[in-house]
């Protein structure tokens, strides 16, 4: 099982002093070895959440372009981008261009969308669910198309058309098909049909693992469906990690091994709140990387 970390609170230092925290952040996340580095992609932060909505919050693929800057090995990606943030073929170009100055290291992490109130307070259309869903399985379409080298053509859809799709330069990264493409959600009847139909990885919200155990059976049975093996959807998992704060990674490990056991690939960390996100990363998760990586997973 590897580790990862996602940037979600921007709060603990001043503003004028993000850009080199960030990037002390990165370092850190390579000398710890984590293969994954994440951050929210929304224009206000979570109040759903129970987080005041004014809290800093960062545009979430210029903070990944500053990040790729810093790294060499982790991979880097948005968890996840909702689908109304941004038209698709420009998100397919946003993506592609993190991956080639990233040297082929980007995710498309991706879903629905669901915080109303920053749609409003923007601007942002803020369709009906249902139709959130026809846009992210066309966006999907269209982000697979804008990276196949032999396709520039046009794309006809019920809510996007594109007259080109063309996409130079091409990403890095699996020459042909182009960045993971990540859905999040744990939606057991259209999210993870996508992910089935077609996605490279999923992301799970923590549950308790029987939980997580009938996702991955619904998931099994999305892929038997559509003719595809299970097996090469990579599962990832969001965790809180609270116990590495106290500096308890044994009592850390014995939560995650049952997810491991499951067959979850990558357990990603939160940043909890009022930690610099460097100190945290350093201090807390990478003590954990090596215990963790003992579990197995695929």
Request: aromatic share 8%; with cysteine; net charge negative.
């Given at each position: 099982m590897r580790l990862g970390a996602h940037l979600m609170r921007f709060d603990a230092v001043e503003p004028a002093r993000l850009a080199p925290e960030l990037a002390a952040t990165g370092e850190a996340a390579e000398e710890a070895g984590l293969?994954?580095?994440?951050?929210?992609?929304?224009?206000?932060?979570?109040e759903p959440a129970g987080?005041?909505?004014?809290?800093?919050?960062?545009?979430?693929?210029?903070?990944?372009?500053?990040?790729?800057?810093?790294?060499?090995?982790?991979q880097l990606g948005a968890l996840v981008t909702g689908v109304t943030y941004r038209h698709p073929g420009l998100l397919a170009k946003i993506v592609a261009t993190l991956d080639v100055l990233s040297r082929g290291r980007a995710t498309l992490g991706i879903g629905a969308a669901w915080y109303e109130r920053e749609h409003v307070g923007l601007?942002?259309?803020?369709?009906?669910?249902?139709?959130?869903?026809?846009?992210?399985?066309?966006t999907l379409r269209i982000c697979r198309?804008?990276?196949?080298?032999?396709?520039?053509?046009?794309?006809?859809?019920?809510?996007?058309?594109?007259?080109?799709?063309?996409?130079?330069?091409?990403?890095?990264?699996?020459?042909?098909?182009?960045?993971?493409?990540?859905?999040?959600?744990?939606?057991?009847?259209?999210?993870?049909?996508?992910?089935a139909q077609y996605a490279d990885a999923c992301n799970l919200f923590e549950a308790a693992p029987?939980?997580?155990?009938?996702?991955?059976?619904?998931?099994?049975?999305?892929?038997?469906?559509?003719?595809?093996?299970?097996a090469d959807v990579r599962v990832t998992l969001v965790m809180g990690g609270d116990q590495l704060l106290t500096g308890d990674v044994d009592a850390f490990v014995a939560a995650a091994r049952p997810y491991a056991d499951l067959g979850v690939a990558e357990v990603i960390l939160r940043a909890p709140a009022g930690v610099p996100l460097a100190t945290w990363v350093r201090d807390h998760v990478a003590p954990a990387v090596p215990r963790v990586a003992e579990l197995g997973g695929r």
């Open positions: 293969s994954w580095l994440s951050v929210m992609d929304h224009f206000f932060q979570m987080l005041p909505a004014d809290d800093p919050m960062l545009e979430a693929y210029t903070t990944l372009g500053l990040l790729a800057g810093r790294t060499e090995t982790v601007g942002v259309p803020y369709p009906p669910l249902a139709e959130r869903f026809e846009r992210l399985e066309e198309q804008m990276w196949d080298p032999a396709d520039d053509g046009p794309f006809e859809g019920a809510h996007y058309r594109l007259a080109e799709s063309l996409c130079r330069p091409l990403p890095l990264s699996r020459p042909g098909r182009g960045p993971e493409i990540l859905v999040g959600g744990s939606g057991e009847r259209k999210t993870l049909r996508l992910v029987e939980e997580i155990a009938r996702k991955l059976d619904v998931l099994r049975g999305h892929c038997d469906a559509v003719g595809r093996d299970a």
